[in-house]
């Protein structure tokens, strides 16, 4: 299994560009989110999806937009890039969204907005 | 709102000692802990867990403390190894099935040899 992977792992964008981060996982898992992570902070939720189908917000969902048609992707898209994005981007999947079941963490998509 | 912190934002300990690294919380609702370490350049990785009707966890070298009473809960590293140099992150999962995860800020643990 590879896991969660994220593409790209680093990105420049323009302010007002869009750009869709990729991410994938073959673990057949229900649950997965996306969170943003800036610099001496810890994450924060961005949105997350309980199962192709259904998605809802999380704690800092303006600028982004996800859909996830399939089980296996969820990304993350900016419409209109702004510098405060800039940031650097984890997608997590798990079996489920139950408390005991372990959140495995892509690699990271380092993102800079000029 | 809910809110995770962590009280020291960097810890250095001397390889082969004990480190502690503490964490508070203000849900006295949540029900499941996690500490998570994050490698430089790297997605954070599982350490331990912890339900709230546990008040200790013991794993590899890592043992979790988790004392409701006063919303906190620690991280405790066992003969500390420059291995464990990263930085630490407790999150805490609400008393909802929606998967969501509250992270706290991070403590970054460095290890001198």
């Known amino acids: 299994n590879a896991g969660v992977t994220q593409t790209p792992k680093f990105q420049v964008l323009k302010t007002g560009q869009s750009m869709t981060l990729q991410c994938a996982q073959d673990?057949?898992?229900?649950?997965m989110s996306w969170y943003r992570q800036d610099p001496g902070m810890g994450l924060r939720l961005i949105h997350y999806?309980?199962?192709?189908?259904?998605?809802d917000q999380g704690e800092v969902p303006n600028g982004y937009n996800v859909s996830r048609s399939t089980t296996e992707d969820f990304p993350l898209r900016l419409l209109s890039a702004a510098p405060s994005q800039t940031s650097v981007y984890f997608c997590?999947?798990?079996?489920?969204?139950?408390?005991?079941?372990?959140?495995?963490f892509g690699p990271g998509t380092r993102l800079t907005v000029t | 709102g809910e809110s995770v912190g962590l009280h020291l934002p960097t810890l250095s300990v001397q390889e082969g000692d004990n480190s502690i690294i503490n964490c508070a919380y203000s849900?006295?609702?949540?029900?499941?802990f996690i500490w998570y370490k994050q490698e430089s350049g790297k997605g954070p990785q599982f350490i331990i867990d912890?339900?709230?009707?546990?008040d200790k966890r013991q794993g590899q070298r890592v043992t979790v403390l988790l004392n409701k009473t006063v919303k906190h809960l620690s991280l405790q590293i066992a003969a500390t190894q420059p291995g464990d140099s990263a930085v630490y992150f407790c999150?805490?999962?609400?008393?909802?099935?929606?998967?969501?995860?509250?992270f706290g800020q991070g403590t970054t643990l460095q290890v001198k040899p």
């Open positions: 997590a999947s798990s079996y489920s969204g139950l408390a005991g079941i372990e959140q495995y």
């Open positions: 673990m057949n898992h229900e649950y």
């Open positions: 999806s309980v199962g192709a189908g259904i998605t």
């Open positions: 849900n006295s609702a949540s029900d499941y």
């Open positions: 912890i339900r709230s009707n546990m």
């Open positions: 999150a805490e999962k609400g008393s909802s099935n929606t998967g969501k995860l509250i």
